[in-house]
Structure formats: structure tokens, C-alpha cells
Nanobody, 121 residues
């Protein structure tokens, strides 16, 4: 019911910046939170940042002060501004939307296909 399309990935040098975008379509009114995750080769997928409908945000400790998550409700799009990128942050970055059923509180997650971010030294 929710489709997510990521864009903005690419290759940058260490210390550079990228802005990722995630456009949601379908039953967007049912989404109560969206977030960004990343997964490097041989590593587990980890949370990077999340934002709720109330625009509350949470960040992984490793990215605090460097990354910013934001939303454009008119475009049903969430962004991740990434500054001062480090080589170890090379990974596939995934967008996730959380849907909550009002009557039961049951949650369901929808995932995008991911976008590659490569940070070179």
C-alpha cells in the first residue's frame, strides 16, 4: 500500500556532503514515521535517523551533528542531509516507512530498494 523511491545517492570524497530523498506514494496518510537505515557489506543494517508525523527526530549517535532528517508533507518526501561524510559510512541507504493500524496499534514497515552511497578517502 506504500511505495518508496529513493534518490540522491552517489560518490563523494571524505568530508563531502550528499542529500538523499525518499518519495512515498500510495496510502501515505497511514504513515506515522519514516526513517533512513544503512547497510555496509558484511555489516548489519543500522538505524541512521527517523522522523515522526509530529516532526520529532532521532539520530544514531555516530551521525549526530552531521546528518539532518526532514520532511516535506506536500511532496510526501523525506530527506537526509549528510555532511562531513566518512569512508566508513559507505553503504546502501534504505528508506523505511512505518504504518500503524489505528484500531489495533499493529505496525508494519515498508522499505525502499536502497541507494548506494560511496565515500572515498
Amino acid at each position: 500500500q506504500v511505495q518508496l523511491v529513493e534518490s540522491g545517492g552517489g560518490s563523494v570524497q571524505a568530508g563531502g556532503s550528499l542529500r538523499l530523498s525518499c518519495a512515498a506514494s500510495g496510502s501515505t496518510s497511514s504513515i506515522d514515521a519514516m526513517g533512513w537505515y544503512r547497510q555496509a557489506p558484511g555489516k548489519q543494517r543500522e538505524l541512521v535517523a527517523v522522523i515522526t508525523n509530529g516532526s520529532n527526530t532521532n539520530y544514531a549517535d555516530s551521525v549526530k551533528g552531521r546528518f539532518t532528517i526532514s520532511r516535506d508533507n506536500a511532496k510526501n518526501t523525506v530527506y537526509l542531509q549528510m555532511n562531513s561524510l566518512k569512508p566508513e559510512e559507505t553503504a546502501v541507504y534504505y528508506c523505511k516507512a512505518r504504518v500503524v493500524l489505528d484500531t489495533t496499534g499493529i505496525q508494519y514497515n515498508y522499505w525502499g530498494q536502497g541507494t548506494q552511497v560511496t565515500v572515498s578517502s
